[in-house]
């Protein structure tokens, strides 16, 4: 991992070559044995300075060279390679220098790709020769450390069960990214197991890989369980990222980070290679600074792969041109045509006072480009399906009908599903769920197999996801075939019947909307949206005067509606861009950079 407490002199000559001009690189990496690195590098470039806590300044980034990276996007890259005046390479080791300048206080990198310069220069010299693959081609990324990668990186869920195991090929998404030229430069952190092991843990955290922290505040929720790739892109230490989502493992980190998130119908992009958690649930979706960075990702990564028999059901409900889902882009001049729906009562009503009041002044800010809002859009039977107070996975059980429950299906999911991927591996012991439970019992102090106090304060119930799995041993039995029938018909039909509502004032008369406004600092939102397997993007939209924390906009769509995601996502993020409005991505002012507690807090955020 790029760290500092990691200085080899090779690596900071290295570093050197991509942020001062060739003479200077040379003359400054000459004798760095004898000499201190503040001598070659001002400490200010690389320290945070204390005069400058709580601004977005605490951590300057420099320039790339001559090409300006903070906030760069993909199209910016692109065309400074296609001029000549930035390679892939540079883009790699300015990405390194971040890393090195940030990774010790945020922990966002779990593990640096060594063939990441290697293949940045493959990439480049492909561009001299004429061949460039398409928008990603010398792009660097990171993916969630859950996604196998078959070269000199681990593959471990952030654990140390899977230390040293073998994955017998690329996940399929990383394969695609491979082919379409993305330089892959590293893993980001995670919270341990994407959450599945614990039910009360510190979010962002694992064994592996330590404490995963929000740029906007450090001691706070960061979002996960895509904790580090999210928190990667907020901080321009790399320009895109992968994450997976099973219930809100994309969208949640994605908004309290200020970034856009999307996560993609089930089955639009292969789970293959993935270590997973629910067949039924699990997506692999995209982060980006952009709706065109995150959408660049996504036409990447989606497509029918015969090892994730899920993709089959795409056929025919694709984009049939080699354009993909980029195609789809637009402007604000779009929002003219377009009717939005809020499920007030649904989700809206949970939302906290400020950020009601900010959300809604956005909505009349959208409603004035020309708009239709319809409010009481509500998902059908949402006084049954939406648990009342928070997101609660177990909301079914927790009224009294574990048949209606969606943790009742990924309980019993996880401990196939996980039995299934370990017996692809090699070079490892581990091939059960019981395997995993057991070196956690063994490895108390760094895996908390035991509640706190016995085990690992991160991981304060210990490892109760797992013992509940545990539990099901993988029976799937009358009440888990109600249960997801339950909460696929249910939620599916909800969100459908919200999307095709009826007219104001013109009653029986259905309207289709463009899409379902939501807030999804309201985890409700995203689980519900999580049990049907449909998709959903976040923009951002606002931040927490509490806690500095970003919360952001989202629009939910039926199955394979990511084209509608695409055009209106992209339409309202260019009227946040081109107005002036406050009410858009922010950069973070890396509150309570200096502090280190865990677990960390989840705490009420409306400042009202």
């Known amino acids: 991992m790029v760290g500092r407490s990691k200085r080899p002199a090779g690596l900071l000559a290295l570093l050197l070559t991509s942020v001062l001009p060739h003479g200077q ?52 890259m692109k065309k400074a390679m296609a001029k000549g005046t930035l390679t892939s390479v540079q883009l790699v080791q300015c990405y390194m220098l971040r890393n090195y300048q940030t990774d010790d206080y945020i922990n966002s990198l779990l593990q ?10 493959q990439m480049d010299a492909e561009r001299k020769r004429g ?47 491979r082919e379409a030229g993305a330089v892959l430069f590293g893993k980001a952190t995670l919270s341990e197991w994407a959450d599945m092991r614990s039910n009360n843990y510190s979010e962002g955290y694992s064994a592996r890989g330590g404490q995963c922290r929000s740029a906007y505040n450090f001691t706070v929720n960061p979002g996960g369980s895509s904790s580090g790739s999210a928190v990667a892109v907020a901080a321009n230490a790399i320009a895109f990222s992968l994450g997976t989502e099973t219930d809100g493992s994309v969208i949640n980190p994605a908004e309290r980070n200020s970034i856009v998130g999307f996560k993609p119908t089930v089955g639009l992009t292969s789970r293959a290679g993935v270590i ?66 809020l499920p007030w009562n649904s989700f809206w009503s949970k ?36 648990s009342p107070e928070y997101w609660d996975w177990d909301w079914g059980t927790n009224r009294g009908y574990p048949n209606e429950s969606e943790y009742t299906v990924v309980k019993v999911d996880f401990y196939n599903n996980i039995k299934t991927y370990l017996s692809e591996l090699e070079n490892t012991n581990i091939r059960s769920l019981e395997d995993i439970v057991q070196f956690n019992y063994d490895n108390d102090g760094t895996e908390g197999g035991h509640p706190w106090p016995l085990g690992h304060p991160a991981f304060y119930s210990g490892q109760d996801g797992f013992l509940a799995s545990l539990e099901t041993q993988g029976v799937r039995d009358e009440t888990y075939y109600q249960a997801l029938n339950f909460t696929q018909s249910s939620t599916r039909n ?49 931040v ?9 906009l989202a629009i939910m769509q039926t199955a394979w509606g990511e084209a509608e995601l695409v055009k209106w996502a992209s339409a309202i993020e260019d009227l946040q861009k081109t107005s002036g409005t406050v009410y858009k991505r922010s950069l973070p002012r890396w509150l309570g950079y200096l502090e280190r507690n865990i677990p960390l807090r989840n705490i009420y955020e409306g400042a009202d």
């Not at 398409?134 to 471990?156: Q, R, Y």
């Not at 480009?369 to 859009?377: E, K, Q």
């Not at 013109?506 to 519900?528: A, E, H």
């Open 494 to 542: 909800g969100i459908d019947d919200a999307l095709n509502s009826d007219f104001p004032g013109k009653k029986g008369k259905k309207t289709k909307l463009s899409g379902l406004l939501v807030p999804p600092d309201v985890g409700q939102t995203y689980q519900i949206a999580a049990q049907a397997g449909y998709p959903m993007i976040t923009l951002p939209a606002g």
């Open 351 to 386: 939302a906290d006072p400020e950020q009601l009041r900010i959300l809604t002044s956005l909505l009349d800010f959208i409603a004035s480009a020309g708009a239709t809002i319809i409010n009481g859009t509500e998902i059908t039977d949402y006084e049954t399906i939406v």
């Open 544 to 552: 927490h005067s509490a806690t500095g924390m970003p919360f952001g």
């Open 131 to 177: 061949k460039v693959r398409g928008p990603l081609h010398g792009i660097p990324f990171t993916v969630k450390e859950n996604m196998a990668t078959k070269d000199s990186m681990e593959t471990t869920a952030g654990s140390w069960a899977l230390m040293g195991s073998i994955v017998p090929r690329d996940a399929f998404v990383v394969a695609k990214l």
């Open 25 to 76: 690189a040379l003359a400054a990496s000459k004798g760095l044995d004898d000499q201190p690195i503040g001598a070659i590098i001002q400490p200010a470039s690389l320290f945070p300075l204390q005069e400058n806590a709580g601004t977005t300044n605490l951590f300057p980034m420099p320039p790339c060279r001559s090409f300006q990276l903070e906030e760069a996007t993909i199209d910016d």
């Open 112 to 121: 640096f790709n060594p063939d990441a310069l290697a293949i940045a220069a």
């Open 276 to 341: 997973p958690e629910s067949e039924h649930q699990d997506t692999v979706g995209t982060f980006g600074r952009t709706v065109r960075d995150a959408v660049y990702a996504l036409d990447a990564i989606y497509g029918i792969d015969p090892r994730d028999n899920y993709t089959l059901a795409q056929k025919h409900k694709t984009p049939s041109n080699k354009e993909g889902y980029a195609q789809f882009l637009t402007t604000k001049s779009a929002l003219k045509g377009a009717t939005f729906g």
